[in-house]
């Protein structure tokens, strides 16, 4: 996940100012989500740069929107400021990647199991048409295709679990959530295998099983965990977390 020396924060990536115009949410608001999207889409990579100069001139706004939203972003844990060198795209320690897979393996599993017990049949429904979207991506081996269709599973799998706790926790790791998730999703292969252990949370959900719904959404976790550990080069072992036991 390193990146090349002084890489520039943008690259060749498209003038985002036009978006700013479309939508009415507040500026800084507007450049944050500009920014938390670039990160979690990986166009911006983990240790690259963020130029305060070259965001100014590709988001068109002042200087003080550009460092409040960095400072916004983190607080959220994507980005983080190094002493005379400033703003990069955090790189997540494997302690901090462990940890928040854990969390998520232990939550997510809640969430399903608790589909199980609060879901009308428009929810199943819905996460079925949701689960056919990843799957239709999977088949190609499309990592993007898998990643937008998952995050809509998972919508779904919230909305029907009817926790707003759960959502509450999960939502303040959401970005980080994303990375780490196109991270594994990089893998040779993972699309497909992830795409099973989806399918396997689903058929324990329609069958009204909630022990094994909750296993499965538990395994698909850990499962995402080793292979984005494998990804980064890093042991599971190594990270004195638990996200990769089980």
Do not use: C, W
């Amino acid at each position: 996940m390193s990146s090349p020396a002084e890489p520039s924060a943008i690259g060749e990536a498209p003038d985002l100012a036009p978006q700013l115009e479309r939508v009415a949410a507040p500026l800084r608001t507007q450049v944050s989500d500009l920014l938390r999207r670039e990160i979690v889409e990986m166009r911006l990579h983990p240790g690259q740069r963020l130029v305060e100069r070259e965001l100014i001139e590709r988001i068109g706004v002042s200087r003080t929107t550009i460092r409040e939203a960095l400072r916004e972003l983190a607080a959220e844990g994507l980005v983080t400021t190094i002493p005379q060198k400033g703003a990069i795209v955090a790189i997540p320690s494997p302690k901090e990647a462990a940890e928040v897979y854990e969390v998520r393996a232990l939550l997510e599993g809640l969430a399903a199991r608790e589909f199980v017990g609060n879901a009308s049949e428009q929810d199943v429904e819905a996460l079925r048409r949701a689960m056919a979207e990843v799957s239709r991506a999977g088949k190609k081996d499309d990592a993007d295709g898998v990643l937008r269709g998952k995050n809509r599973f998972y919508d779904v799998l919230f909305d029907g679990a009817d926790n707003a706790t759960i959502r509450s926790i999960l939502g303040g790791l959401q970005a980080r959530v994303a990375v780490l998730r196109a991270t594994s999703l990089t893998a040779p292969g993972r699309p497909r295998q992830s795409v099973a252990e989806i399918q396997a949370i689903v058929d324990a959900i329609e069958r009204r099983d909630a022990d094994a719904a909750a296993a499965a959404a538990s395994f698909h976790v850990r499962q995402a965990a080793e292979t984005a550990f494998r990804q980064i080069g890093v042991a599971p072992e190594s990270t004195d977390g638990g996200a990769a036991r089980g």
